[in-house]
């Protein structure tokens, strides 16, 4: 097989040898010799030569992968009975999937009596998939399903996800519709996360007619997920009043809506201006789900107010204003009667009467920290900044703190106002004097609102900082966040500094941040780095884009004087 292998390669590379002698006018020497390294580069070329010699090297770079993955399984120390938990953590350690696949087919045949279990398919599904091996992947779902093992119904869910990046939609479909071929008992993940990938590329009917036939399989344990999304996706599209119906079908399917049904459906109708049901779905939260006084539902009765003031109804506002304290967030007469409204009455100010209308939901209630929560979370996402800022002065002022919930809201709105010094200082002062201890996904928004900004060499100080604090590690996200911005920034030295702590701690990038980041080394000139992270991305597995080629080929032969360098590391990376 290797032999073969090896003869596939000497045929390319004659092509890319002939190609050069036919447009280069006679010059000899291709790029690539397995037998013996690498060729002496070109000296000259034709702008219409680069193309072929990017395509042709990204055919030898995959054949070459698949060599070095043969070579890596030879020194491959097997252990002498193996079980199935051995061979997962033998496949995590690989960096290249191909090798990790390599081990996993030749266990059977080393061990005859042992069998893969559900864990070891779903650690490779999951390292090939990582990987874009689609086509690896596939294979060894079939074989999965031969082997009719007990599998979760993560190891589809992350498939579809895979599927969905790769824009195979319909691949994701047809793997749902096989699972009754699988030993899976359940499959509500994999339900509900078809479904999203459906409504995000707007499959709208699809994803309709996969609901009708499969939620009421005993397969599918919890419906309310996916009826939520559903609403949500009609309520997008304006049509509240199919989401409407579904929202009235839930008592048919046995489930009960929760908040967020209510949360869904009260903002598609109130957009949508379709006030007379908004107010009556109000009424039946008072009967359904808020018969004790629920401090979360703060932020639907919210939405209903402030559309009613919106479209000049602020009396009706007020009343039914009257009706949520009483009812809806039970709050005593004492609380209620302390409230002055008249202002309200005027109806001059919308955004002001809005104001004393919040005001008042706040104040009017018993103080609770759902409360709170929900009503500054819910202005933060509407990037209401000061009026959430409010909030969390009452919230201070009644004894409460806010959490960390709250805050990753309010991080997150400033940052897409653009406010990111704001929010970078909310982290260094606010927080501290809540002693609040930020985590690691917050850090992450504060990174990539520097980072969109253009500020991603003083979001690499946060690394120092995440470190000093215990129980903060920086994750493969973070490091993903930092060499994209200073890429973006032009700044690939830094961004290489960055990888290479992202590697040590045995994390890597997409493919795509390598193709980004050797592009810019080589319009630096800087073709010794650039070659390195190739060498890097064939240890891995990944397949370099075309253009990467074009970049390499073009930087080398701008300037001949780095050609001996690139030759070497080439010759040293193609014998590896």
Known sequence: MKTEKIERCRQLDDVVLASTQRQGKGQKGGFFDVSSGLRSPIHRTSGNVL????????????????????????????????????????????????????????????FPNYRHNGPVYATMINALGSSGRIAEMREVIDQMKQDSCECKDSVFSSVMKTYARAGMVDE?????????????????????????????????????????????????????????????????????????????????????????????????????????????????????????????????????????????????????????????????????????????????????????????????????????????????????????????????????????????????????????????????????????VPTVRLYNIVLKGLCHEGKSAFAVGYLEKMARQVGCVADKETYSILVDGLCCDGRFVEASGILERMLIRSSSPGVETYNTLIRGLCLMGRQYDAVIWLEEMVVQGKLPAVSVWDSLVASVCSNMTEAGVCSETLEKLWSS
């Not at 060599?67 to 199935?84: D, G, Y």
């Not at 519709?177 to 030993?183: A, D, E, G, S, Y």
């Not at 204003?321 to 005593?332: E, I, T």
């Open 51 to 110: 193309p072929q010699f990017s395509l042709a090297l990204t055919q030898i770079w995959h054949f070459n992968n698949e060599l070095n993955a043969c070579n890596s399984t030879m020194s491959v120390k097997w252990p002498r009975f193996l079980i199935p938990t051995q061979l997962s953590q033998m496949i995590r350690i690989q960096k290249n999937p191909l090798t990790a696949l390599k081990i996993f087919n030749e266990a059977k045949s080393k």
């Open 172 to 436: 994701a479909v047809s793997l749902f519709k096989t699972l009754p071929q699988f030993n899976c008992v359940n499959w509500t993940g994999s339900f509900n996360i078809l479904l999203r990938i459906l409504v995000k590329e707007s499959k709208l009917e699809t994803a309709c007619r996969l609901f009708l036939e499969h939620s009421c399989g005993w397969e599918v344990k919890s419906r309310i997920g996916s009826l939520n999304l559903l609403m949500d996706a009609l309520c997008q599209i304006n049509r509240s009043d199919l989401a409407l119906h579904v929202f009235q079908e839930m008592r048919y399917q046995c489930c009960s809506p929760d908040k967020e049904s209510y949360r869904i459906l009260m903002r598609g109708l109130c957009e949508d201006g379709r006030l007379n049901e908004a107010t009556h779905l109000l009424y039946s939260m008072f009967w359904r789900i808020s018969q004790k006084g629920g401090g979360e539902d703060i932020a639907v009765y919210r939405t209903l107010l402030d559309a009613l003031c919106d479209n000049g109804h602020v009396e009706e506002a007020l009343e039914i204003l009257g009706k949520v304290l009483k009812k809806g967030l039970k709050a005593p007469k004492r609380c209620r009667g302390h409230l002055d409204l008249s202002y309200c009455r005027n109806g001059e100010d919308i955004e002001r009467t809005k104001g004393l209308i919040n005001e008042a939901l706040i104040r009017g209630g018993v103080p609770s920290m759902a409360s709170y929560s929900a009503m500054a979370i819910d202005l933060y996402s509407e990037r209401k900044i000061g009026e959430a800022n409010q909030v969390l002065d009452e919230m201070r002022d009644r004894g409460f703190k806010p959490s960390l919930s709250i805050y990753e809201a309010k991080i997150a709105a400033l940052c897409r106002c653009g406010g990111v010094q704001e929010a970078v200082k909310v982290i260094e002062e606010e927080m501290v004097e809540d002693s609040c």
